[in-house]
């Protein structure tokens, strides 16, 4: 499809038009949500998911569950996990890294959690993020796989595929994740976490996107951008 031309590449978004037909063509080329997607790092409780979920920051899958599994089997609740000491917490949850800020995060969300919402886990981003260690992925995370409400989780991936094709903007992860609320049709909520992710592992790669084999290419600003530099060069 020939590119579209009439807008600035280098800084407008996608209009609803365009941010329709990229969400509907994503849903074609990329798996969604598979059966099996449990909650985060398939913990059973919202509260567990939250823990494992504060684990990953900065960690892979493999030793955060590592580090997860050594946790809760010495403790399951926000109330056991209180009577561990944080150098308890802090070894057991070595192997996914920065274990003795994630300790000390651990303890104050219990302790949050216990003073103000009585051991329960709340079921709204502005609940979960005023717990301590919770910041706006870990809590999308939690309200998408745990509570089973539809929004789009930015990480690395869907930040980045966001912030290069035009589909939503921001310096930081928190604000792209702003960005993309916005723009994203309440459609598209439910899968779009998934489509994004597979999509920018599969294709939108960090450092050599795959803009050839792209099948949104003709909708990406950061593709328009280069077919632009390429033809002026050219010219």
Known sequence: MARRKGKDPTTALLDSTEVEELFRTLKEHMPGRTKNAKGPKDQPDPFRSCISCMLSAQSRDANTRLASQALFKRARTPRTMLKLPQAEIAAAIKPCGLYNSKAKNIHRFCEALLDEFDGVVPQTREGLMSLPGIGRKCADIVLQFTFGIDTIAVDTHVHRVCNRTGLATGKTADATARSLESQA???????????????????????????????ISHLCRYYQREVNDGEQDAG
Do not use: D, T, Y
């Open 185 to 215: 049709p309440e459609w598209a909520m439910h899968e779009g976490h998934f489509w994004l992710i597979q999509f920018g592992k599969r294709i939108c790669h960090a450092r050599s996107p795959q803009c050839g084999p792209c099948p």
